[in-house]
């Protein structure tokens, strides 16, 4: 048997971290298990559906390095993967259902639904219109009186399945309401076209958001009506903000689109949601796709909600920027330095090399630079240092000193380095307190990417005494 999966997004417009890393999970199951991974598309919801949101689902799939082996734009035996252009098959199989008593017309209109009295509080659809005779039922039809075809669910028993990630899965068949499969407006319900669809893609590992848990027996239900092989189930427990809260678009938190633009690398992004829900063997963090396929397992997974710590993902995030070749970095990074204002002013390959190795996420960086064009009166207080024994009175010492020696230096990063060190030597300092009181004279800031010479070389010469001169005559003040 070849295992296929499938992944089966709802054209919505946006790609939640949880829905994409359900199809990760398809995805690497399939491939775990030489397997194929199909995409289908389903938007028989026509209100929520939303123009350009199978290109996100594809350039998403893309970015992240999910391979799809069949769907709209691949193509396939089993097509077509877009649900909206099989609406003519399920007709087809809801009348068969009804042929054998598995489903009924139901002419019920919302003033009768409405007046359903349910029992402890749970209403349930009342069965009325499984009585109507033949006749009462053609007779309708011909009138053209709108209506729904509902699965007839059993009374008695109980209905169980093992779902291979929470276990066996029992529900009384009395809790089963007479759900929906066909909808008055001719489309299938999700209940109706998931089932259908899998069967006929020959899905054998359906895995899913657990929110389909409970309605599972269900769906087993229509596969033993048709005479069908049930697939087999791995449900998936949500992703969460934490233990009550949802993640949410409010918070930028939702979306996978939402963290590109934050500045993460699909990479990391992927890696990180492998592990939120996911536990591997033993205690490595950092995956690629291929040893995500080896390593994942199903008795892995979590059956409690997975917890999204963005911090984790954060962290994730700045190894993989510092193992980008520094070509790719800077590309990346580029749009980042456009947005800090430092454009054109000095050069971005040097900051690069700065950053590269500092920053966890691409955003960070046009904060981390603010002090190249924002250079404002430094308080004396900036350069009180306990350990070093720095005040302002030190360093305008040390300005003094070395204001005049780097006049005369050729600015490399040799001979700054140098120049300090001699400086130090002369004055009987540590080296510590003249590279502490240049770069906070050089930048009005006490956190820089970089130490003082990394920085006098990028702002160069002229801009470097410029701003040491200033500071001298602040502190004379
Ligand atoms: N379209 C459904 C969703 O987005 C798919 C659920 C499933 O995988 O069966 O929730």
Known sequence: MTVRTRFAPSPTGFMHIGNLRTGLYAYLYAKQNNGKFILRIEDTDVERYVEGAVDLIYETLKDCKIQIDEGPNEGGEYGPYIQSERKGLYMKYALELVEKGAAYYCFCDKERLDSIKGENGIKRYDKHCLKLSKEEIEANLKAGKPFVIRQNMPTEGVSSFVDLSFGEVTVPNNELEDQILIKSDGMPTYNFANVIDD???GITHVIRGNEYLSSTPKYNLLYDAFG???????????????ETRKLSKRYGDANFEDFISKGYLPEAIINYIALVGWSPKGTQEK?????????????????SPGIFDENKMKWLNGEYIKELEFNKFMDLAKPYFDKSAIKDLYSYEKFGKLLQSRIEIFSEIPEKVEFITHFDKIDNELYFHKKLKIDYLKAKEVLEVI???LENLEFTEDNLHDCICKTAEAMELK???????LRIALTGVSVTPGGSVELADILGKEESLRRLNLSLSWLNE
């Open 199 to 201: 069967h006929l893609m």
């Open 228 to 242: 069908w092989e049930r697939p087999e189930y791995i449900h998936l427990t949500p992703v969460m903000k934490d």
């Open 287 to 303: 995956f690629t796709m291929d040893e995500l396929i080896e390593n994942f397992s199903v008795s892995g997974l979590s059956k």
């Open 403 to 405: 204001i005049p020696k």
């Open 431 to 437: 080296s510590g307190v003249v590279y502490t009181v």
